[in-house]
Nanobody, 124 residues
Framework: QVQLVESGGGLVQPGDSLRLSCTEA?????????IGWFRQAPGKEREALSC????????YYTDSAKGRFTISRDNSKNTAYLQMNSLKPEDSAVYYC????????????????WGQGTQVTVSS
């Protein structure tokens, strides 16, 4: 069973940057898995940010992420990343990564394996 672990969250000030990491911890390779990054703020539904394909590394960004966030993956490290720049207070949320062998949409329902989440708080 795929086990994902997010890391890199924390408390930062507006305008700061963070890079989140998502690592597969049970020995499965992510080479053939699409990876997605999502977030959920208190009282809000889970929101898609970005997805990256398994084949050519094609990327997709939602409006919330485009221009400030960058998704990437390093298959040699079995890890995916989300680089977040120019963070704003409204970016505060629990950030999740997810993986699935077959993904048609960059949406939470398309992913079967999820990490535990990492808290990102943007506050002055």
């Amino acid at each position: 069973q795929v086990q994902l672990v997010e890391s890199g969250g924390g408390l930062v000030q507006p305008g700061d940057s963070l890079r989140l990491s998502c690592t597969e911890a049970s020995g499965f390779t992510l080479d053939y898995y699409a990876i997605g990054w999502f977030r959920q703020a208190p009282g809000k539904e889970r929101e898609a940010l970005s997805c990256i394909s398994h084949s050519e590394g094609s990327t997709y960004y939602t409006d919330s992420a485009k221009g400030r966030f960058t998704i990437s993956r390093d298959n040699s490290k079995n890890t995916a990343y989300l680089q977040m720049n120019s963070l704003k207070p409204e970016d505060s949320a629990v950030y999740y990564c997810a993986a699935d062998r077959w993904v048609g949409d960059c949406a939470p329902a398309a992913f079967s394996s999820w990490g535990q989440g990492t808290q990102v708080t943007v506050s002055s």
